[in-house]
């Protein structure tokens, strides 16, 4: 007889997510990255053909588990090669670019969740603020990450006095006109090309997403809304 599971006594999380960096000399930055968004780095060791390999995860609180991982990787030669043959096709750079590659970009540039990218939930505002200053910082003022990250963030619907009052009083979303798809929630963007993916293998979007408590039945990831960008 074939075994019925009982679906209610299963529990199904995320194991990992597999990112890769695009050269070798990008490994230790891309760390770093990945550390300054709040991951914890928790293994790394040379590989034979070159690059190193870290282990990274996003549960401070048991750093041994096995999901919340992030891995970090350089990117395969075989798949640096249909990228760069994919680029080449297109015509990238080039006064025969296909007209699909200004469409994509900016689509992306619209909304930066149009292609892969990784969200981290956190449960702490302030700590959410805190990580993106931290990003922005280093954009800022690091010579090794300038001109390689992008940032936007998304504000929650307007509406709710308590909730509107605090972003008002943000050092990310004060000022900002740009929306949630969903209720009672934030998102903030960081785009690198310190990570690669996409049709393209020109960079990765890292989100970090909160949402405001007293909403488990109605929030960002929950419910959209739609909403004009």
Known sequence: MTQVIDRAAVVQTISHVNLHYPRPEDAEIAALLLEACGLVR???????????????????????????????????????????????????G????????????AAQARDPEHNFHVGFLLDSLDYLEERFEALKAL??????????????????????????????????????????????GVQAFCETDLVVDGPLGEACVIEFD????????????????ATPR
Do not use: W
């Open 42 to 92: 928790t293994q790394e060791m040379e590989l034979p053909t070159g690059g190193v390999f870290y282990r990274f995860t996003a549960n401070v609180h048991a750093i041994n588990q096995p999901d919340n991982i992030v891995y970090l990787s350089p990117l395969p030669p075989a798949t640096a090669a249909l990228m760069d043959a994919a680029r080449d096709g297109l015509g990238l």
């Open 94 to 105: 080039t006064a025969d670019e296909h007209p699909a590659v200004a469409a994509h970009r």
């Open 139 to 184: 954009a800022a003022n690091d010579p090794r990450f300038s001109g390689r990250m992008k940032f936007l963030v998304n504000r929650a619907l307007p509406g709710d006095a308590e909730i509107d009052a605090r972003l008002d009083r943000s050092p990310v979303y004060a000022g900002v006109t740009r929306y949630t798809h969903g209720r009672f």
């Open 210 to 225: 909160y949402v405001f408590p007293g909403h488990d039945d109605e929030h960002i990831m929950a419910v959209s809304v």
